[in-house]
């Protein structure tokens, strides 16, 4: 996940691709930032236009699981969730995707996701105690195939629900 305005990102402008360093420097001062998110490699846990809190993390504070947020390149924030902790790195991978990043240095890390906020409602879902389960199952790589699956099913029962609901599919007719 790459904060609005990653030129990695269709939507990104330039207006908002000059957001992340600034982002970046506001972390590095020791303050909390807010911030809508594009992408859906957090899906369906962080969205697309989802709002974030970050915060400065000092990285021996680091935990397994965390959702944090760390600079790729040169100034580009990507938002993912901690897999693998080790002394000097760390391993990310988005909750929907199937590949981790690779090695990511702690120096590079800048802050870690401790709110979440989809359509004016705050959550903690995914960042409080349950994140170490989320943690196992993605770095195994069945995070991503969980999500899929329970999004095929949520699918299947909302149109079998709508089907059920459409009078012309059960033989009804219309006066």
């Known amino acids: 996940m790459l904060?609005?305005?990653?030129?990695?990102?269709?939507?990104?402008?330039d207006k908002t691709t000059r957001v992340e360093p600034l982002i970046v420097d506001l972390l590095l001062q020791g303050l909390s930032v807010e911030?809508?998110?594009?992408?859906?490699s957090m899906a369906p846990m962080i969205r697309s236009h989802d709002v974030i809190s970050v915060a400065p993390i000092d990285?021996?504070?680091l935990r397994f699981g965390d959702v944090v947020a760390w600079i790729r390149g040169q100034d580009h924030l990507v938002v993912h969730r901690?897999?693998?902790l080790g002394r000097h790195s760390v391993e990310t991978r988005g909750d929907a995707v199937g590949q981790p990043d690779?090695?990511?240095q702690i120096g590079r890390i800048?802050?870690?996701?401790?709110e979440l906020s989809r359509n004016g409602r705050r959550s903690h879902f995914g960042l409080g105690p349950e994140r170490w389960v989320l943690a196992r199952l993605s770095r195994r790589g069945w995070l991503a195939r969980v999500f899929r699956s329970m999004?095929?099913?949520?699918r299947v029962i909302w149109k079998k629900k709508n089907d059920s609901q459409d009078p012309s599919l059960?033989?009804?007719a219309r006066r």
């Open 102 to 104: 690779g090695e990511v």
């Open 3 to 13: 904060i609005e305005g990653s030129d990695n990102h269709p939507e990104a402008d």
């Open 82 to 84: 901690i897999i693998q």
């Open 35 to 40: 911030f809508e998110v594009t992408g859906s």
């Open 110 to 114: 800048v802050g870690r996701v401790v």
């Open 151 to 154: 999004s095929k099913a949520r």
């Open 59 to 61: 990285p021996n504070r």
């Open 170 to 172: 059960r033989g009804e």
